[in-house]
T-cell receptor
Framework: AQSVTQLDSQVPVFEEAPVELRCNYS??????LFWYVQYPNQGLQLLLK??????LVKGINGFEAEFNKSQTSFHLRKPSVHISDTAEYFC????????????FGTGTRLQVFP | NAGVMQNPRHLVRRRGQEARLRCSPM?????VYWYRQLPEEGLKFMVY????????ESGMPKERFSAEFPKEGPSILRIQQVVRGDSAAYFC??????????????FGPGTRLTVT
């Protein structure tokens, strides 16, 4: 079985400051890793994903994440946030072999202040 | 290419009624997933379907919930005799094919079910 832990339920930050949203996972099998963003009253949009290869993954809107196998982490970072980045961010995993279902963390609400 | 479509966007039902949620996957996608998001929580997997087949329903409640994805038409998530605890946002996602999660799942805007 797999599980995902997002350690921070809320992260307040000022505009143009850097931000890191933390994600740790637990799995007995190899997994793919994902970050999704959800704007208010909307569906989820994929920010980035790690399937294999380079452990530093670049996504949309200036976000990037680094896969750390030894620490079972996949933290999301952005060097300079904008007001428009205010949203809910979900980390998710999916086992390499299986039925492709996504297992989500509980989410981190990023609040960017002017 | 239209995205994943869900309707209705908002649905209000009284306790004991039936709720029927529809999902039209992206064109060319034959795999559909349903997730439920309870207030202040993350999304929880419910069921994974291909055309005319339920592949994984390990996240579906044992009673009152059912899902189908017919050869023609949208996927339907049906909740019979709704209770207040069924109030949630229900999201549908589609992908072109399976194979271990490497294919991106595209999410619809969700149906927000309120049970009064």
């Amino acid at each position: 079985a797999q599980s995902v832990t997002q350690l921070d339920s809320q992260v307040p930050v000022f505009e143009e400051a850097p931000v890191e949203l933390r994600c740790n996972y637990s799995s007995s099998v190899s997994v793919y890793l994902f970050w999704y963003v959800q704007y208010p009253n909307q569906g989820l949009q994929l920010l980035l994903k790690y399937l294999s290869g380079s452990t530093l993954v670049k996504g949309i809107n200036g976000f990037e994440a680094e896969f750390n196998k030894s620490q079972t982490s996949f933290h999301l970072r952005k060097p300079s946030v904008h007001i428009s980045d205010t949203a809910e961010y979900f980390c998710a995993v999916s086992p390499l072999r299986g039925t492709d279902k996504l297992i989500f963390g509980t989410g981190t609400r990023l609040q960017v202040f002017p | 290419n239209a995205g994943v479509m869900q309707n209705p966007r908002h649905l209000v039902r009284r306790r004991g009624q039936e709720a029927r949620l529809r999902c039209s996957p992206m064109k060319g996608h034959s795999h559909v997933y349903w997730y439920r998001q309870l207030p202040e929580e993350g999304l929880k997997f419910m069921v994974y379907l291909q055309k005319e087949n339920i592949i994984d329903e390990s996240g579906m409640p044992k009673e009152r919930f059912s899902a189908e994805f017919p050869k023609e038409g949208p996927s339907i998530l049906r909740i019979q005799q709704v209770v207040r605890g069924d109030s949630a946002a229900y999201f549908c996602a589609s992908s072109p094919q399976g194979q271990g999660g490497s294919y991106e799942q595209y999410f619809g805007p969700g149906t927000r079910l309120t049970v009064t």
